[in-house]
């Protein structure tokens, strides 16, 4: 009970009505709020308390026009996803203590309140509502990356979102129309008579957000346009509401599982060829979503728990890394590989925490991402799912790659850029400043505690586990995939970065798997990148010439909207009487 | 005994006052007589509704003379709702106007311009609560002569205003003419103007005569409300008009020309007629269309209170669409929307007023970083945008809402399935035009000027708006229920005795 606040207050309006008060205080006051509505809100879920599943904890409920609302429910699902969030929250503030700008500041926590407030959402219309709210309130931060480029994505980004809310709305009205319940709870895909077009316009807007393949481009798209601490508020929010509603809305769907597998397969290419490292995050995090939803399609309590414990983990590991790569680009100016290098001599620290981050998501064993992710496997195993299981493998073994050792190894090692003695006049990069420092240490404890010991995340989860991460096969089949993985990625550097004298000495020995087969990989790539550059290339090519022939058609001085003459309009007021004459006459 | 005269009061109290208006210096005192007599209006006719909630429609023989020899008024639910949501427009509107007029009006013809502004709000009142047909079309050149000189004021700042309101008066005319052609056939064959006896006589009638006065009096009104392809005056005149007189009217004179059209639709010539269904294919057509291309060119502007102008012409096509349903819930969607656009353009119009106030300009380049130097002007003008697009906790969201059910409730030529998803993309196009502003105002750097202080006078009633298109997307269900009972009377036992549902 806090005073002041009704017993049965939705934490979410705690934090959106704090964020709208930041926009009134300068740093210092909008960190201060910023951490007490957290933390208010925090206190707040724990005062509603929690139900198993099945037997929530139901708040505020009544009934406006004939409708039945029920704006908080409060079970063991929609408990940890709004307790994750508060922690997301909570770091984000940290960091951006010093370098959110206002807008990004107070919008950040709405953001987060509408996820929070989307979790615990107990009808659909309520969950429409902060569905809406997250992708208003987000499009800002993106903007606040500032420049045309940040616009631009803004808008391709505000629209796929909101297109999202719009088809769930209209989904969520033909369900009531049809005698839907109003209550947000599981949706059967394919019944006795097919598929059903209703469910199908549910599950595709969650889909837009959840970053189904071929509808995840607004994600790589937008978050690396938007500032340092910008992509870390995205990345924890929009597309774990979205695992969420799938989860409960849709868990056991058996299509989710193609769509999981390609999403943890198809981004690992993308990522290994990408330059900029923060877009490399956004497709791992891709990569990372395909874990969840292959989950939620498998379905049984192991895989549910699966998807839980792997999105609280993923969200703490993902937002360290994003910190990490927003303190080198706020610090160097610039997150690209081929710009950086060499910077763990001067931001020591910031290395350390990425570097805990990276093993995080590489799932290490003693780090957090190794006690959620097999789970995910464990479960595919034991539905006799052999190809998903082995693509889980292959993907856990991309993640490695790209995330896991890339992402510090292109940053802070490889070619020291900064060294004085290439005395190109960049100076050595500082290291981060202290708010930052503070957010990316907490969130490197938390992802050590979680793997040091498990019990904490385990309570939390949906169902009851007697689940143990610690056995020797799953650590034993964790470190061959990562021992494999790592002795990819040194050949790969090898072969890319030393001068041709020094391949010349092996090429006698390799020469007719390592550069033919080199050959073969690279063409692949490209070959898939270059298909996917023609039709996305198309399509945009497409929407374009759209907007532009809309524009030369309403614009200013455009056909449609010239400036019509009196006798002109009076013609048109005389036709439309005309054909009213007629039809009338005619009828 | 002042009770007695509750329908015609809100009326005639505005048009007497407007002569002494004249008479009054060219100072605030103007201004602040109309003000006043507006809060009398609005008090008089929130009573009116009161009154109709509880004992049903009330009639009143205007100088005595009883039906059939002398003008009767006749104000039902649906009636006082609007005559209602006139004044309170009304009242919020003019103490605004007193600082922006004495920025955007010649000073000399500051007292004219008052006075000018009581008689249009007279006008439409009137409209609202005759019960003769010609009555309707005289007060609604009442409404629309003041109208044209409001909109020639702006002169001062844009001369374009002058054409502006010529093309006005010409097509309005054009419009006017055409309705009273066809109640100039009504007429002829009925011989009586009582909307009461037009329906009783025109009840199972059906002829050419009859038939052509429909076509025209739809054409003529249909014109007066901007229907999409009659909208032409209705963007320039938005735009160029001062920004007091585009709040009061993109609120209330297409929407009393909107009610009009229900009650010739639905009062006097009911449901029996054959025709009646090829109005409302004409509503559904003309109204999906005009959401599209009005929205469509709303994009493009490079002038706020233009792109506003547009998006009232989409925002009339929600409304005729609700009435193309011919169903309770339909029509009742209009009229919920009819009040939740008024309620939400006046605060739009509102803010842009205030930016011209502080910056001189309303062209979109002129909103560069509004939100840093104007910070409340933005909030309020997120505010009304945002329930533009019908974002939820918001007005805009309520009427869509409603629409959307009422859509679905009823049976079209078109599936409800189909007409949902185009509700739902010319929301998009919406987003597109709202957030094209929104983020010139928020993410552009502010240019050099800095923008005069809006005086309180302009804040407070800007303020009061946006509280209320807050207010309305949460707690509607009294609105709704209000709106529907509206329709029901409107359609079922209105003026005309039940119109043979």
Not at chain 1, 198 to 215: D, E, M, Q, S
Not at chain 2, 485 to 501: P, V
Request: net charge neutral; charged share 10%; glycine share 10%.
């Amino acid at each position: 009970m806090i005073p002041f606040i009704p017993a049965d207050t939705n934490p979410a309006m705690i934090m959106m009505v704090a964020g709208a008060l930041m926009v009134f205080f300068g740093h210092q006051g909008r960190g201060i709020i910023g951490l007490i509505a957290v933390v208010l809100s925090g206190w707040q879920l724990f005062n509603l308390g929690v139900g198993p599943m099945g037997d929530a904890q139901v708040y505020g409920t009544g009934e406006i026009l004939g409708y039945e609302f029920m704006p908080l429910r409060l079970d063991k699902l929609s408990v940890i996803f709004a307790i994750v969030f508060h922690s997301a929250a909570f770091l984000n503030v940290i960091y951006g203590w010093q370098s959110a700008t206002k807008v990004e500041a107070s919008m950040g926590i709405v953001y987060a309140g509408s996820a929070v407030g989307g979790a615990l959402a107990g009808d659909l219309l309520t969950l429409f509502i902060f569905w809406e709210i997250a992708a208003l309130s987000s499009v800002f931060i993106v903007w606040a990356g500032g420049g045309h480029a940040a616009f631009k994505a803004g808008m391709r980004y505000l629209v796929i979102q909101v297109m999202s809310g719009l088809l769930l709305f209209a989904g969520i009205v033909l369900h009531l129309a049809r005698g839907g319940s109003s209550e947000f709870g599981a949706f059967e895909l394919v019944g006795e008579a097919g598929v059903d077009p209703v469910a199908a316009l549910i599950l595709f807007a969650f889909g837009i957000k959840a970053c189904f393949p071929l509808l995840h481009t607004w994600l790589q798209d937008s978050y690396p346009k938007a500032s340092g601490v910008g992509a870390v508020m995205l990345s924890a929010f929009t597309t774990k509401l979205a695992i969420y509603t799938l989860a409960r809305g849709f868990a056991g769907t058996d299509i989710l599982i193609p769509i999981g597998v390609v999403m943890t397969a198809f981004p690992v290419f993308f990522a290994l060829i990408e330059n900029d490292l923060r877009k490399v995050l956004s497709y791992s995090l891709n990569n990372q979503l395909g874990f969840m939803v292959c989950a939620i399609g498998i379905g049984t309590e192991l895989a549910i728990n699966g998807a839980a414990a792997h999105a609280f983990v993923h969200i703490t590991y993902k937002a360290l890394l994003f910190m990490g790569m927003g303190a080198v680009m706020q610090q160097a100016g610039t997150a690209r590989a081929t710009e950086l290098g060499g910077l763990h001599k001067s931001m020591p620290w910031t290395t350390a925490f990425t570097i805990v981050g990276a093993m995080s998501i590489s799932a290490f064993p003693l780090f957090s991402g190794f006690v959620a992710k097999s789970m995910i496997t464990v479960a595919a195993g034991e539905e006799h799912l052999l190809l998903v299981y082995i693509m889980l493998l292959f993907a856990s073994a991309g993640v490695l790659e790209h995330s896991g050792i890339k992402i510090p190894y292109f940053a802070f090692f490889a070619h020291d850029r900064f060294a004085p003695s290439l005395r190109n006049g960049v100076p050595r990069p500082k290291e981060a400043p202290l708010s930052m420092l503070i957010a990316m240490g907490i969130a490197a404890f938390l992802c050590l505690l979680v793997g040091f010991y498990p019990p904490i995340l385990y309570g939390l989860l949906p169902y009851e586990t007697d689940y143990h991460a610690y056995t020797a096969e799953h650590v034993a089949t964790q470190m061959q995939l990562l021992l494999f993985a790592i002795f990819a990625f040194m050949l790969l550097v090898k072969f890319k970065l030393y001068p041709a004298e020094v391949r010349s000495q092996n090429l006698d020995v390799d020469w007719f798997w390592r550069v033919p087969g080199r050959k073969a990989l690279m063409a692949t790539v490209a070959g898939v990148a270059s298909v996917w550059h023609t039709v996305w290339g198309g399509l945009k090519g497409l929407s374009g010439s759209v907007v532009s022939s809309l524009g030369t058609l309403h614009g200013p001085g455009g056909v449609l909207s010239r400036y019509w003459t009196v006798g002109f309009t009076a013609l048109f007021t005389a036709a439309v009487l005309a054909v009213v004459l007629i039809t009338a006459f005619l009828n | 005994m002042i009770l007695d005269d509750l329908p015609v009061l809100p009326v005639i109290i505005p048009l007497f006052a407007a002569p002494i208006c004249l008479l009054l210096p060219n100072t605030r005192l103007a201004g602040s007589f109309a003000t006043l007599i507006a809060w009398v209006s609005f008090a008089f006719a929130a009573m009116l509704l009161a009154t109709v909630a509880e004992v049903g429609p009330i009639e009143y023989g205007l100088g005595g003379w009883a039906n059939p020899l002398g003008i009767v008024y006749r104000v039902d639910l649906a009636g006082a709702i609007v005559m209602t949501l006139v004044s309170l427009l009304a009242s919020v509107v003019f103490p605004y106007a007193i600082e922006s007029a004495r920025d955007e009006i010649v000073p000399s013809q500051t007292s004219a311009f008052f006075a000018m502004f009581l008689i249009c709000f007279s006008g439409l009142m009137g409209v609202v609560a005759t019960g003769d047909a010609f009555n309707v079309f005289v007060f609604l050149e009442i409404s629309s002569l003041s109208t044209y000189t409001l909109v020639a004021l702006g002169a001062k700042r844009d001369r374009r205003a002058l054409t502006a309101a010529f093309t006005y008066l010409v097509l309005g005319t054009i419009g006017a003419t055409f309705f009273v052609i066809g109640l100039g056939l009504l007429y002829q064959v009925t011989g009586t103007l009582n909307m009461t006896d037009l329906h009783d006589r025109l009840q199972g009638a059906d002829n050419k005569v009859i038939r052509a006065g429909y076509a025209f009096i739809f054409t003529g009104l249909g014109l007066k409300l901007a229907m999409f392809p009659m909208h032409r005056w209705l963007p320039a005149a938005y735009t160029y008009a001062p920004s007091a007189v585009t709040a009061f009217l993109a609120s209330t004179s297409t929407k009393v020309a909107i009610y009009a059209m229900l009650r010739f639709l639905f009062t006097i010539f009911g449901f029996s007629f054959g025709f009646a269904d090829i109005a409302f294919g004409f509503f559904l057509v003309l109204g999906l269309v005009g959401m599209f291309y009005a929205s469509t060119v709303a994009i493009f502007r490079e002038d706020v209170k233009m792109i506003l102008a547009y998006s009232s012409v989409a925002q009339i096509g929600y409304m005729l669409l609700g009435i193309s349903f011919a169903t309770v819930d339909g029509v009742g969607a209009a009229l919920v929307h009819v009040f939740q656009h008024a309620v939400m353009k006046t605060t739009l119009f509102m803010a842009v007023g205030a930016v011209f106030f502080a910056l001189g300009s309303h062209r979109l380049s002129a909103y560069k970083g509004l939100g840093k130097t104007m910070p409340v002007t933005t909030g309020v003008f997120l505010i009304g945008g945002l329930s533009l697009v019908g974002v939820p906790l918001t007005g805009g969201f309520i009427s869509k809402w409603v629409l959307v059910q009422a859509a679905f409730g009823s049976v079209q030529a078109i599936p409800s399935l189909l007409i949902v998803l185009m509700i739902v993309a010319s929301s998009l196009l919406a987003v597109a035009y709202v957030g094209r502003i929104a983020w010139t105002m928020l993410l552009e750097e502010p240019t050099s000027r800095t923008p005069r202080k809006v005086p309180l006078a302009m804040m407070a009633p800007m303020l009061l708006m946006a509280a209320v298109t807050i207010y309305f997307g949460i707690d509607a269900e009294g609105l709704v229920n209000i709106c529907r009972a509206a329709a029901e009377s409107l359609l079922d036992t209105g003026l005309g005795y039940g119109g043979a549902m």
